[in-house]
């Protein structure tokens, strides 16, 4: 779908930015869904959010396949322990026939973006849009 070229693309056009892509917070081997300390990779989301947003950068862009969950989304968002911050959640969308091995709901509340026939920047631009217009 394209999510980490698009939040790359984000923070290249948002001045003031940081940009934390959840992928680093648990990159271990072997990766696997069962290791039961995966949820601990969460936690170091929380924390460098936490990090960025207390240090008063105008964006801070986060970009995670596992924050489409509600509940692992929630657990990341509660231990986050800055304030004066708006969440703008986006899920990014394409056919079918690209989502066929990958199927997952968007989180509920997000705005849904379809991704196909639409550049990394174009992209990028859309969600600045909205994000500055974001309460």
Do not use: H
């Amino acid at each position: 779908v394209g999510k980490t070229t698009v939040a790359e693309r984000l923070f290249e056009t948002c001045e003031d930015s940081a940009y934390f892509d959840g992928d680093w917070a648990w990159r271990v081997n072997p990766f696997s869904l069962s290791d039961p300390r995966l949820r601990n990779g969460d936690k170091t989301m929380s924390f460098a959010l936490s990090n960025y947003l207390r240090s008063g950068f105008a964006y801070v862009i986060f970009s995670s396949v596992v924050i489409i969950g509600a509940e692992i989304r929630e657990a990341i968002l509660r231990d986050i322990d800055a304030d004066g911050y708006t969440t703008v959640a986006f899920t990014l969308t394409c056919s079918e026939a690209t989502l066929a091995e990958l199927r997952m709901p968007p989180c509920p509340g997000d705005r849904v973006l379809d991704t196909d026939g639409k550049t990394p920047a174009q992209l990028a631009a859309e969600i600045k849009r909205i994000a500055d217009t974001a309460e």
